[in-house]
């Protein structure tokens, strides 16, 4: 099993991009699904999440500007994010929760992608 992020790049403030993570290889079912960063000197932090049945949670420094989804068919999630800041600045990671059977699950982190607005 693997996540695979695209998308990230650089970007003027107030900008937009959208991130792309997609699961593949051996999956029984996929249960929350979200995204991290980690900026430069600071811990990893959870920027949204996004459960298999749609319910969504976000970090409060993000609220109002980026928006998780997912494809269940697709084995996909996605954060469109407008209105970026500089300190949106980090390296952002996909994470889910996938059931490779059944009985057993592990969560999963995708390598990462490098998201950087400029002023």
């Known amino acids: 099993v693997q996540l695979v992020e695209s998308g990230g790049g650089l970007v003027r403030a107030r900008g937009s991009l959208k ?9 029984f079912r996929i249960n929350d699904m979200g995204w991290y960063r980690q900026a430069p000197g600071k811990q990893r932090e959870l920027v949204a999440q996004i459960t298999s049945g749609g319910s969504t949670n976000y970090a409060d420094s993000v609220k109002g500007r980026f928006t998780i989804s997912r494809d269940n068919g697709k084995n996909t999630v996605d954060l ?31 390598q990462g992608t490098q998201v950087t607005v400029s002023s």
């Open 19 to 27: 991130l792309s993570c997609a699961a593949s290889g051996s999956i």
């Open 80 to 110: 469109q994010m407008i209105s970026l800041k500089r300190e949106d600045t980090a390296v952002y990671y996909c994470t889910a929760f996938i059931q490779v059977n059944r009985n057993y699950g592990l969560e999963y982190w995708g």
